[in-house]
């Protein structure tokens, strides 16, 4: 299975737990940022001159950085999730 279509199939699984979560939670909002996640990386794939490994770990480094000049928890953990879905990407 292609690459492509094993990040499609996140993005369908995902969606789906997102409709079946009725309260907005930080499951539901991890999961569509999930989404949005796969989205970028496939949309930068698109072009087969980009290296997408180190387009992810500049996002990644940004964020990192990010977190870094946070002082507040609240502030950071979206940024956390971020990252670890990055990372679980790459």
């Not at 698109?46 to 290296?51: E, I, M, P, Q, Y």
């Not at 500049?58 to 502030?75: Q, V």
Request: net charge negative; glycine share 0%.
């Amino acid at each position: 299975m292609a690459i492509e279509q094993t990040l499609q199939n996140e993005i369908q699984e995902s969606t789906r737990w997102i409709d079946l979560e009725k309260e907005n939670s930080t499951y539901k909002r991890d999961l569509k940022r999930r989404v949005e996640l796969i989205n970028w990386v496939l949309e930068n794939m698109k072009n087969s001159d980009t290296d997408i490994c180190s387009v992810i770990e500049t996002r990644m480094k940004e964020i990192i950085d990010k977190i870094n000049k946070t002082h507040s928890i609240f502030e950071a953990d979206p940024l956390h999730t971020e990252l670890r879905i990055l990372d679980w990407i790459l």
